[in-house]
């Protein structure tokens, strides 16, 4: 007869203590038993009783179920880390990951820590090498900021987890305006620009008030005050969530600190939970969900980008913003795409074609040179406006996914351009594809011979070589 596995939630407990304020031995106390077991049972050195189970959830009015449930995150975290291809060939259990998981929370965080370390040394790497370029670019505070998301795979659990808890306690409250009033005193006020000065929000301590520039849309506003509200409130988690990394530019710091903050905004307007479970419902349909949850177009493809929290993972993206003139202003990797770091992408992607019409969805089967294929979706986004005579700035966004999540999407289902058999050819950059047909080309691959056309010209406005 199969023996009932012992439940060991050490990480999860000494989450619950440290959340509600408590030191080992006031929870000893509440629960009527000795500092020492508490200070066991958080070291996984035993396991949590049912008894005990049922008294934490009577005493701080749990969930039962709540502490099971976070018990298994460490176990999904590791197992997340260990598909990666380096670990390929070795024989890993699910029993025995999460074994190792809840038996040893210390080792696995280590190691946790050192695969992060690890990824963050690999982008750097691919940054360096990158477009034939020798030189080191570590200095560089955007590409910094890009190494330490792209590490983590713009996913941070413990901002999903505080966030949501958060966003329960807004709705008690009727919202992020009643909220702020009733958790800090502070009144939301919306003035015109020229008040403003420049500003689109700003927190005046001295009057307790928030103030948002009254030109922005619903969207922006809302997410104007959930950053906020990430900014009084989730300081502790984005901190902690920063001290990861380990950053050589003040400017690489704060704009992750930026990044982090939006991060728990977004998850605070769209929680985890919620929003993963509306975007299987809805085949990732961006505009219905942002509806849904009062979103923006762009706010709502963001998120899409960050559902691989450990054991709830949901479809993988790839999102990249574009200017008319194919500057990059974000750029976010879930799913494997290979970006250009340095100079333009392809002009051949729809991204770049997307402002020919503006905010209508285009869709795209996508084939890189080395066979894999994507599927995109793309539209122009517009920020700023508001008013007669306001600057506005077009930008266009792409969102996709590798072509085996593709099913999963109401686009590809939709698609009237063919299947992924039908997919445009298309190159990282000029400077990496070695397609030679292409007549879009801009450079000549590296390390790749011109030719003269003194008797012969094609299509394409550069010859070159086979190698």
């Known amino acids: 007869m199969a ?4 439940l060991y939630v050490g990480p999860s407990l000494r989450r619950l203590r440290r959340d509600l304020g408590l030191t080992q031995a006031d929870m000893a106390q509440d629960l009527e038993v000795s500092a020492s077991y508490i200070a066991l049972l958080e070291r996984n050195h035993r396991p949590l009783s049912a008894e005990m189970l049922v008294r934490l959830a009577q005493t701080y009015r749990l969930d039962v179920a709540t502490l099971a449930a976070e018990s ?9 880390a260990l598909r990666d291809p380096m670990f390929g060939g070795i024989e890993l259990k699910a029993l025995e990951v999460a074994d190792a998981a809840a038996n040893f929370p210390g080792v696995t965080e280590a190691f946790l820590r050192l695969y992060t370390a690890y990824r963050e040394e690999q982008l750097a790497l691919a940054d360096r090498s990158a477009d034939g370029r020798d030189g080191d670019d570590a200095a560089d505070p955007v590409a910094e900021s890009r190494r330490f998301l792209a590490a983590r795979r713009n996913c941070f659990p413990l901002l999903d987890d505080a966030a949501e808890r958060l966003a329960q306690v807004v709705a008690g409250n009727e919202g992020l305006v009643g909220h702020l009033k009733a ?19 700003r927190l005046d301590r001295h009057r307790r008030e928030v103030l948002l520039d009254d030109t922005l849309d619903t969207a922006s506003q809302s997410f104007q005050l959930a ?9 502790a988690e984005i901190g902690e969530v920063l001290s990861e990394g380990a950053f050589e530019t003040e400017g690489g710091q704060r704009l992750t600190r ?3 903050a939006s991060y728990a905004a977004a998850a605070l307007l769209m929680p985890y939970t919620a929003f993963a479970r509306a975007a299987e419902a809805r085949r990732y349909d961006v505009e219905a969900l942002g509806r849904q949850f009062g979103a923006s177009f762009e706010q709502t493809a963001h998120r899409l980008t960050t559902l691989q929290k450990p054991g709830q993972e949901r479809a993988p993206f790839f999102f990249i913003r574009v200017d008319e003139a194919g500057n990059v202003s974000k750029r976010l990797d879930g799913a494997g795409f290979p970006f250009a770091r340095h100079g333009g992408g392809c002009p051949l992607w729809s991204v770049h074609q997307a402002f020919r019409t503006p905010r209508q969805i285009v869709t795209q089967w996508l084939e890189l040179p080395d066979g894999q294929k994507f599927f995109s979706i793309a539209r122009t986004v517009t920020a700023g406006g508001g008013g007669f005579g306001a600057p506005r700035i077009e930008r266009a966004i792409a969102l996709g996914c590798a072509e085996e999540h593709a099913h999963r999407l109401v686009y590809a289902q939709d698609h009237r351009g063919g299947g992924p058999e039908q997919a445009t050819p298309i190159g990282v950059t000029c400077r990496l594809c070695h397609r030679a047909e292409c007549a879009a080309r801009s450079a000549p691959p590296i390390g790749r011979q011109i030719l003269p056309d003194d008797f012969r010209r094609t299509l394409a406005p550069f010859g070159f070589s086979d190698a």
């Open 227 to 235: 950053l906020q509200t990430a900014y009084l409130e989730l300081e």
């Open 183 to 201: 958790r800090h005193g502070l009144r939301v006020r919306r003035l015109p620009p020229d008040v403003m000065t420049g500003a689109t929000r």
């Open 258 to 260: 930026r990044a982090l």
């Open 72 to 80: 298994g995150d460490d176990s999904a975290r590791l197992q997340a």
């Open 3 to 6: 023996t009932e596995r012992r």
